[in-house]
C-alpha cells in the first residue's frame, strides 16, 4: 500500500470547515454555470447565502462579459488552471469596488467543474492610496507655508488700502470697495484652513477608548449640524485602545460625520448615520524608514444611507480640492486622510447609493516604551494586561 493510500481521508464535515475557514472567496461552478458549493467568505463577498448563491447561475452574479466566465470556458477546454489579475467584479448588487484576482482550475474528481477562488485586491489598492494620500498632503504642506508667507502678507495690503479708498467713495464705487475687501478675506479664511496641514505640534500619543471618541462626536454633531439625524452603533465591546491623538481623532469623525450629514440631509427622517468599529487581525503596513510592519487590526467606519459618491470622484477623494460641494474647498477629506496616515494607519471610502463607508484602519496601543511606530508612548500604570483591553 503506497504511502498516499494510507493518509487518513478528511471528513467531509472536515473538508467544509477547512473551506470556510479559508479568508478567501471560493466558488464550485458545474458544467451548465451553476454554482455548486460556496465558503462562507463568498457568501459575504456577493452579500447573499450560499442557497441564494445556488440558485443563480455565475454569469447572473458578475458583470456583462466578465472575464471570469472566459476563463471558466478556458479552464474546462485545456484542464489546466489559469489566474487572472485585477479584475473588476463589481455590480450594482455587491458595490462598485471589486477589483479582485481570479485563481481558477478544474476539479478533477468532477468532470467539468471547475474551483473559483477570489482574491480581493481592496488592502494593496489601499495601501498604494494611502502612500499616494500621504504623498499629497505633504504638497499641500509646503502650498500652505508658501501661501503663509508669500500671499497674506500682500492681501492685508489690499485690504487696507480698499478700507481707504471706501472712506470718499461714491456709493457705486464703495460697492467695489466691499468687494475687494470680501474677497480678500475669503481668499485668507482659505489659506487659514490650508494652514492647519502645517501644523508640526508633536501629537499626545496615548492610549485612546474609540467608542469614548465616538460617542463624544455624537454628542457634538448631535448638538450642532446632525440635530435631526438618527444614529446607530454596532461596536465591538472586546476592541482594545488605539494608539492616538484623542484630539486629532475627534477631529477626523467630526469631519467624516459632518460630511455624512450633509449627505444625508434631503433625506429627512429617513436618514442615518451608523459607527461601527471591529478587530480584524492579519493586515500589515509597511511604513517608510520602519523595518518593523505595522499591524493595523482596528477598523472604524462611519456609514451613510445618502445617494453616494460620484463613481470618477473615488479614486482621487482624499485628494486637496477634491469637493462635491458647492461650495466647498475640499480641504477635509485631505485632512483627515493626513491625520490618519500621521497615525500609521489607512482611510479608505466605499460607495454606492444608498450605502457609503468612510473605513479607518489603525493600530491598537503597544504598552512598550517604544510602540510599533517608534513613538516614545510609555503610559504610567499602564501594565500589558490593560493594553489589550479598552480603558
Known amino acids: 500500500m503506497s504511502s498516499i493510500a494510507q493518509r487518513p481521508r478528511v471528513a467531509p464535515s472536515d473538508s467544509e ?15 451548465d454555470g451553476r454554482i455548486v458549493d460556496a465558503n462562507i467568505a463568498a457568501e459575504s463577498f456577493f452579500e447573499m447565502s450560499k442557497q441564494f448563491l445556488q440558485r443563480e447561475p455565475l454569469k447572473q452574479l458578475v458583470p456583462f462579459g466578465s472575464p471570469l466566465l472566459t476563463l471558466i470556458d478556458q479552464v474546462r477546454e485545456s484542464g489546466a488552471p489559469v489566474n487572472e489579475f485585477k479584475v473588476d467584479l463589481g455590480t450594482p448588487r455587491i458595490g462598485r469596488d471589486r477589483q479582485v484576482d481570479l485563481h481558477v482550475a478544474p476539479l478533477t474528481e468532477r468532470p467539468a467543474h471547475v474551483v473559483v477562488m477570489i482574491q480581493k485586491r481592496t488592502i494593496a489598492d489601499k495601501m498604494d ?40 467713495a ?22 487659514d484652513r490650508m494652514e492647519v496641514f502645517g501644523d508640526e505640534r508633536p501629537m499626545r500619543w496615548g492610549p485612546v477608548n474609540i467608542h469614548a471618541v465616538l460617542d463624544h462626536v455624537k454628542r457634538l454633531a448631535q448638538s450642532g449640524f446632525a440635530r435631526k439625524v438618527r444614529f446607530t452603533e454596532d461596536y465591538d465591546p472586546s476592541l482594545p485602545p488605539v494608539l492616538a491623538d484623542r484630539d486629532q481623532l475627534v477631529q477626523i469623525f467630526l469631519n467624516l460625520v459632518k460630511n455624512a450629514a450633509e449627505a444625508i440631509s434631503d433625506l429627512g427622517e429617513e436618514g442615518e448615520i451608523q459607527f461601527t468599529t471591529a478587530f480584524r487581525p492579519g ?23 445618502g445617494p453616494g459618491v460620484a463613481e470618477d470622484l473615488l479614486p482621487n477623494l482624499f485628494d486637496p480640492f477634491v469637493t462635491t460641494k458647492q461650495t466647498g474647498s475640499g480641504l477635509g477629506l485631505a485632512l483627515v486622510a493626513k491625520i490618519v ?24 496601543f503597544d504598552s512598550s516604551p517604544v510602540d510599533q511606530l517608534g513613538n516614545d508612548v510609555t503610559a504610567s500604570g499602564m501594565s500589558s494586561r490593560a493594553a489589550r483591553h479598552p480603558v
Do not use: W, Y
Open 170 to 191: 461714491t456709493p457705486d464705487d464703495r460697492m467695489l470697495t466691499r468687494l475687494i475687501c470680501d474677497e480678500a478675506d475669503r481668499i485668507v479664511t482659505l489659506v
Open 129 to 168: 492610496r494611502q502612500l499616494t494620500h500621504r504623498s499629497a498632503a505633504r504638497s499641500v504642506i509646503a502650498l500652505a507655508a508658501m501661501l503663509a508667507h508669500e500671499i497674506k502678507n500682500p492681501l492685508s495690503g489690499i485690504r487696507g488700502a480698499a478700507q481707504l479708498l471706501e472712506q470718499g
Open 283 to 305: 493586515l500589515h503596513l509597511s511604513l517608510p524608514g520602519k523595518k518593523a510592519r505595522v499591524s493595523l487590526p482596528l477598523e472604524f467606519c462611519v456609514k451613510d444611507n
Open 341 to 364: 496616515g500621521d497615525h500609521g494607519g489607512i482611510v479608505e471610502c466605499e460607495s454606492q447609493p444608498r450605502k457609503t463607508t468612510f473605513r479607518i484602519l489603525l493600530p491598537m
Open 17 to 31: 470547515a477547512i473551506l470556510n475557514a479559508l479568508p478567501n472567496p471560493v466558488l464550485l461552478v458545474a458544467p
